[in-house]
């Protein structure tokens, strides 16, 4: 796994596709970019952007969501499950669209849902396999204290990370969300250190995607304390 990291970090030019579902409900969308460098000097190309709406039935379990309203385990399984069928169809019109196979990505960045506890998908190891792509996923705020305290990174958090690097970049406003998570993505590959996990979604079994988490610094020191930025990754078998 961490060969594999290695192999992209050391790319002069990473192709990555940025997947976000939180922008608008009801919209799901994508962009594939050209990225050159990290942080302050990072360089960026924008390929091309792809939105798709997704079916009523969809929306309206997403809407009640967002109004806190509580789903069983049956419901939560069938949204997962509608929401990765589209952000699957999501991937692939946006490489059809753009004449792009899965072997020239180099990397997927995708900003899961958060609805309090609940995370759609709950399962980012699903799109790796359905794409054959290494997916990185769940990014999160690590406050560098005694605790490890860790926070999700949720939209408001996401732009401040990235506003500097789009606003730079002059993108239009359609496609500014996707393409942080496509930079949330390239910065995770730079992390200080990498923990590999065995087998998250069947640690008994010993098979199934295998994932590591990354972790890296990120800001000015908070008083004593430094934030982090974390993602974790998903290899395809």
């Known amino acids: 796994m961490e060969k594999r990291l290695n192999a992209l970090r050391a790319k002069e030019s990473k192709t990555i596709v940025g997947i976000?579902?939180?922008?608008?409900l009801g919209s799901l969308g994508a962009v594939i970019v050209e990225v050159r460098g990290a942080g302050d000097s990072t360089l960026l190309d924008l390929h091309?952007?792809?939105?798709?709406?997704?079916?009523?039935?969809?929306?309206?379990a997403l809407k009640a969501l967002?109004?806190?309203?509580?789903?069983?385990s049956e419901?939560?399984?069938?949204?997962?499950?509608?929401?990765?069928?589209?952000?699957?169809?999501?991937?692939?019109?946006?490489?059809?669209?753009?004449?792009?196979?899965?072997?020239?990505?180099d990397l997927i960045g995708l900003k899961c849902l958060e609805f309090?506890?609940?995370?759609?998908?709950?399962?980012p190891s699903v799109l790796c396999e359905t794409t054959n792509c290494i997916v990185v996923s769940r990014f999160s705020i690590v406050m560098d204290d005694e605790n490890g305290t860790l926070l999700p990174v949720r939209e408001s958090i996401l732009q401040g990370m990235v506003e500097?690097?789009?606003?730079?970049?002059?993108?239009?406003?359609e496609a500014r969300e996707a393409v942080g998570v496509a930079l949330l993505a390239n910065e995770s590959l730079y992390h200080e250190s990498l923990v590999s996990l065995k087998d998250a979604a069947n640690p008994a079994s010993g098979t199934g995607p295998a994932t590591s988490r990354s972790i890296k610094s990120k800001g000015a020191p908070m008083g004593?304390?430094?934030?982090?930025l974390y993602g974790?990754?998903?290899?395809?078998?």
């Open 20 to 24: 976000e579902t939180g922008n608008t």
């Open 48 to 60: 091309s952007f792809y939105s798709h709406t997704v079916p009523d039935e969809l929306g309206s």
């Open 66 to 72: 967002g109004k806190n309203n509580k789903l069983d």
């Open 75 to 105: 419901e939560s399984a069938g949204i997962n499950f509608l929401l990765l069928h589209h952000i699957t169809a999501l991937f692939q019109k946006l490489l059809e669209q753009s004449d792009i196979s899965p072997e020239d990505i």
């Open 116 to 123: 309090g506890k609940e995370t759609f998908p709950a399962d």
């Open 164 to 173: 500097e690097m789009i606003e730079k970049f002059g993108l239009e406003s």
């Open 224 to 228: 004593k304390e430094k934030a982090r």
């Open 232 to 237: 974790e990754f998903f290899f395809p078998a």
